[in-house]
């Protein structure tokens, strides 16, 4: 493997310092690029996309030949291990995912076996393999998995849900089902994780979309609890460097001690969390990534670099243990010329801040 050239987004994850502030942003390779929406058109649908390591490989480096990103994310989708189970996901358009086959007793759970990584998941393997070759070195790679409340949502609703009314009922009148579900996808997300690492991944996002939608003691009992044993189970060092990994729960911001106990190395926070005070709460245990409101980028670019300013302000000095992103993903119809402006900002801006570490 090339030797990297860029490790402020990784120095940043473990509390180093850095000459500026790093930056990448959730789902930046997607649909806002038009030469993704040329390679998704050939690609015919979207688990072709996915699935093609080639075409994966392709859509996830088009962000760093636009933009000065530091680190870059593999593209694919969280519903990979579902589909590995034989769930069969599919994408409605205008709907989003669906699957042909839905969780819903104890008998569909027995089914579930761990899925077998190179043979069930190897295209995901093949792209990591891939584009660490092809990125030779400029960026980190990020592997990323969904969590096991958040695919257990989509398994038992059958799709996306408003209400959660059917995997909540689960929750709340057979909590051993339940819990048996999220055991065995638990499993799978360590292993899907560490093939992915072993495949060149050099740091980990835990994506916990779904989280928020619980209470405090049922997301410390169905969500949390498998998030930390996913941590415990995961290969933390690899290729000589540090693996670090990050936790974002959307809609978790009342949880930010929870999430930072766990042995995470950053924690995720979307928009409706004041970064000032979440860095007074954990800042000094791991780095804070976040968390620009992604419809800023519908505004001016010079509305983008006044908040770009506000969030780096709102962190602060001693600015070691950031990981400018946005609260969640990128929009698809957003200009990219102000993607443009938000990472070229946030090297210009943050500098400042770290000239007293260097």
């Known amino acids: ?116 990584m190179e043979e069930n998941l190897g295209y995901v393997m093949d792209a990591i393999r891939l584009t660490r070759r092809e990125i030779d070195g400029k960026v980190p790679l990020i592997g990323f998995s969904g969590s096991p409340w958040t695919l257990a949502c989509y398994m038992v609703e059958g799709g996306s849900s408003k209400d959660f009314a059917k995997v909540k009922g689960m929750m709340f009148d057979a909590p051993e089902q339940m819990h048996a579900l999220l055991n065995v996808l638990a499993k799978s997300v360590i292993e899907y994780l560490n093939a992915q690492i072993a495949a060149g991944a050099q740091s980990i996002m835990l994506f916990d979309t779904w989280g928020g939608a619980l209470s ?43 999430m930072a106990a766990t042995g995470v190395d950053g924690v995720g926070l979307d928009w409706a969390t004041d970064i000032t005070a979440a860095r007074q709460r954990i800042g000094d245990k791991v780095t804070l990534q976040g968390n620009m409101d992604p419809c800023v980028l519908y505004a001016s670019p010079d509305r983008v670099e006044q908040e770009v300013a506000s969030v780096l302000a709102g962190f602060g000095e001693g600015n070691t243990g950031h990981v400018f992103n946005l609260g969640h993903g990128i929009h698809p119809t957003v200009d990219p010329e102000n993607m443009l402006r938000l990472v070229d900002s946030v090297h210009c801006l943050s500098e400042p801040y770290h000239q007293s570490q260097n």
Not at 40 to 59: H, I, Q, Y
């Open 1 to 116: 493997m090339s030797e990297l050239k860029n490790d402020r987004y990784l120095r940043a994850l473990l509390r180093q310092p850095v000459d500026k502030t790093p930056v990448w942003v959730m789902r930046q390779a997607g649909r806002y690029l038009p030469e993704y929406r040329e390679v998704r058109a050939k690609a015919g649908d979207f688990m072709t996309l996915c699935s093609t390591p080639e075409m994966a490989c392709e859509v996830t480096l088009q962000p760093l030949r636009r933009y000065d990103l530091d680190a870059s994310i593999i593209f694919s989708d969280i519903l990979t291990i579902p589909d590995a189970m034989g769930l069969g996901l599919h994408f409605v358009t205008g709907e989003g995912p669906k699957f042909e086959h839905v969780i819903r007793s104890s008998a569909d759970i027995a089914k579930l076996d761990v899925p077998d």
């Open 216 to 258: 405090q003691s049922n997301y410390q009992q169905f969500s949390l609890a498998y998030m930390q044993q996913i941590v415990e189970g995961l290969t933390r060092e690899n290729e000589g460097r540090t693996v670090p990994v990050t936790l974002f729960t959307k809609g978790g911001g009342q949880w930010l001690e929870m």
